[in-house]
């Protein structure tokens, strides 16, 4: 029913999906319209073989044509692990004894062994749909954080926020770029490749996306049971938000953070910066998201001080440099002194380490000093 809805979705507003199992665009005519290599011809003859029904990894003979002619074709005497047909015809011939281990190394992504997913991905996405690329400085580097579930199946692959669902709709962009190259960005893309945006977020993988998308000096969690504790202590949200207080609209900044971390990692935190909270008052969304935190790791103290209510304590917040919009929070900078940035650090670690809580609250690390 789900692919029947989304089949009829395609009909209406993209003029049709035939990239799904068991619809095909006969349209590929082979390199330089001269028709398939030999090599190719040999490669999909076997792959189609031996890699059938749950362990498919082209929808058809045309769909493997268009990948193998964007491929290396390799060394077909002595087939090395490479990106290349040679190695894949390899692991196609081999599938006929294994095919759960050896079909997803012979597909279009390589698996690991015939260069990598994220290999195999951007060679197709540079000779099919260069345009999705002129965002990306590093397609291979962008398309690393991104979820590979270490299988290929032609169906199940179809849609999802994965590598393969990316993979399998820019093999059937080698034949139809212009019907299914938006399908295959880097960022997910409506309608195939992307979570269902009305469920709640993953906090795991959210914190593993954000931990690859913003390394060192942009960092804003110093472990993944600190981005862990965030996670949970905000509210959850979806996958659609976009611009709420939401762990879901942090994991969404994610993605642009893959592409301009410099830009977008502030987004990602345990504040929002603004942008995941852009609906509070004031232009104080840092603080409507630390008094969340503040109120879930230090329950008494908070109470004491803000008489356990969260309006006071964003008043307070907002009076401190970093409580505005586009304050560029990360761990480097907010270690200490008397800011907003410094006090969500510090409640970040009082999640996990009640001893935090006095800096968290503008004492100890964040204490203002004396003029």
């Not at 890699?51 to 769909?63: F, L, M």
């Not at 996306?209 to 959850?236: I, K, R, T």
Request: with cysteine; aromatic share 6%.
């Amino acid at each position: 029913m789900r692919h029947a809805l989304r089949f009829l979705f395609c009909v209406m507003v993209l003029g049709g999906c035939a990239s799904i199992v068991g619809i095909e665009d006969h349209v590929f005519k082979g390199a330089d319209a001269g028709g398939p290599s030999a090599q190719c011809q040999e490669y999909c003859d076997s792959v189609l073989k031996n890699c059938v029904g749950q362990y498919a990894v082209y929808t058809g003979k045309e769909t493997c044509l268009g990948v193998c002619s964007q491929l290396p074709p390799g060394d077909r005497l002595e087939p090395g692990r490479d990106n290349s047909v040679a190695c894949r015809k390899r692991q196609a011939d081999q599938a006929v004894t294994e095919p759960q281990f050896f079909c997803p190394l012979a597909g279009p992504g390589g698996g690991g062994t015939c260069g990598s997913n994220c290999e195999g991905l951007c060679t197709l996405l540079r000779a099919s749909c260069p345009n999705n690329l002129q965002a990306v400085p590093n397609c291979e580097q962008a398309c690393a954080p991104l979820r590979d579930v270490k299988r290929f199946d032609v169906e199940a692959d179809h849609e999802g926020d994965t590598v393969q669902c990316r993979l399998q709709h820019a093999s059937t962009a080698t034949i139809n770029p212009m019907e299914h190259c938006p399908h295959t960005q880097i960022h997910p893309a409506a309608p195939w490749c992307l979570e269902d945006q009305t469920k709640p977020p993953d906090c795991a993988e959210y914190c593993r996306l954000n931990s690859a998308a913003c390394p060192g000096e942009y960092a804003v969690y110093e472990s993944m049971a600190q981005c862990m504790a965030v996670c949970a202590a905000l509210p959850a949200g979806t996958y659609g938000d976009r611009d709420q207080n939401t762990a879901g609209c942090r994991l969404w900044h994610c993605y642009n953070s893959i592409l301009n971390p410099m830009g977008h990692c502030s987004h990602t935190g345990p504040g929002g910066d603004a942008h995941c909270g852009a609906d509070m008052p004031d232009d104080t969304a840092n603080c409507h998201a630390y008094c969340i935190l503040l109120e879930k790791a230090c329950l008494v103290d908070f109470t004491t001080k803000y008489g356990g209510v969260q309006a006071n304590c964003q008043k307070e917040c907002s009076a401190l440099p970093g409580a505005k919009r586009d304050s560029g929070y990360n761990i480097s900078a907010a270690q200490t002194g008397n800011t907003a940035q410094c006090r969500l650090l510090h409640v970040s670690r009082a999640l996990t380490d009640a001893t935090e809580c006095p800096s968290a609250l503008g004492d100890g690390a964040c204490k203002a000093t004396s003029p």
